[in-house]
């Protein structure tokens, strides 16, 4: 079944400073790639996603890109702030569950 | 624009009680997705239901666990005799098209659950 790794495990970086989230998938199937955020006892929300006839996504100061030959699908946040520091979740789709990568810690230190 | 709900936030039952997880979808959604998430894991798919239908429940293990989602009220997550291995989150997501259509899923609160 698909698999989705995902690096680092924690990330920690000074406020300002860019973050880059890695995740790699095994089945080629997957056509969707949501990333998500969550904070300590909370929900995970939807930051944002990217299709598979998309090579790259952008939303203010978050950014994903796609590599499908590759499969692999990254996670951009430039001008960090403290307010970023969360677990941020990637997920491939394999019709019809998600599948999540085990996470990354971010820390945003003033 | 209520988002997904689930109650309670917070369930504690001692080892062979059963526990039972309520999730109310979005306005509009019909699919609705169970996962479970262990203490600094991911989460993990368990089972997908539209309403009155049980649509793939690989990820839900086989004995003490069930799921529905009737034609009226919330979906229902079941889980009979419960075992202090059962401790964990357990989030609900739904969508408005089917799994698998590049269609968002949307989380609610989740239920942590504390087996004594």
């Known amino acids: 079944g698909e698999n989705v790794e995902q690096h680092p495990s924690t990330l920690s970086v000074q406020e300002g400073d860019s973050a880059v989230i890695k995740c790699t998938y095994s089945?080629?199937?997957?056509?969707?790639f949501p990333w998500y955020k969550q904070e300590l006892g909370k929900r995970p929300q939807l930051i944002i996603d990217?299709?598979?006839?998309?090579g790259e996504k952008k939303d203010q100061r978050i950014a994903v890109t796609l590599n499908k030959t590759a499969k692999h699908f990254s996670l951009h946040i430039t001008e960090t702030q403290p307010e970023d520091s969360a677990v941020y979740f990637c997920?491939?789709?394999?019709?019809?569950?998600?599948?999540f990568g085990k996470g990354t810690t971010l820390s945003v230190s003033s | 624009n209520a988002g997904v709900m689930q109650n309670p936030r917070h369930l504690v039952r001692r080892r062979g009680q059963e526990a039972r997880l309520r999730c109310s979808p979005m306005?509009?959604?019909?699919?609705v997705y169970w996962y479970r998430q262990l203490p600094e894991e991911g989460l993990k798919f368990m089972v997908y239901?539209?309403?009155?239908?049980?649509?793939?429940e690989s990820g839900m293990p086989k004995e003490r666990f069930s799921a529905e989602f009737p034609k009226e009220g919330p979906s229902i997550l079941r889980i009979q005799q419960v075992v202090r291995g059962d401790s964990a989150a357990y989030f609900c997501?739904?969508?408005?098209?089917?799994?698998?259509?590049?269609?968002?899923?949307?989380f609610g609160p989740g239920t942590r659950l504390l087996v004594l």
């Open positions: 239901l539209q309403k009155e239908n049980i649509i793939d």
């Open positions: 997920a491939a789709s394999i019709s019809p569950a998600l599948i």
């Open positions: 306005k509009g959604h019909s699919h």
């Open positions: 997501a739904s969508s408005r098209l089917p799994g698998g259509s590049q269609e968002t899923q949307y």
């Open positions: 089945d080629s199937a997957s056509n969707y």
């Open positions: 990217i299709r598979s006839n998309v």
